[in-house]
């Protein structure tokens, strides 16, 4: 959730994902 969130989340117009909740 943490680590790999951080890579998902690098892009701040991405939508929030599934790992996100």
């Known amino acids: 959730m ?3 969130n ?3 989340t ?3 117009s ?3 994902t599934a ?3």
């Open 14 to 16: 991405q939508p929030k």
């Open 2 to 4: 943490g680590i790999e």
């Open 19 to 21: 790992d996100d909740l």
């Open 10 to 12: 690098t892009s701040s």
């Open 6 to 8: 951080n890579s998902i």
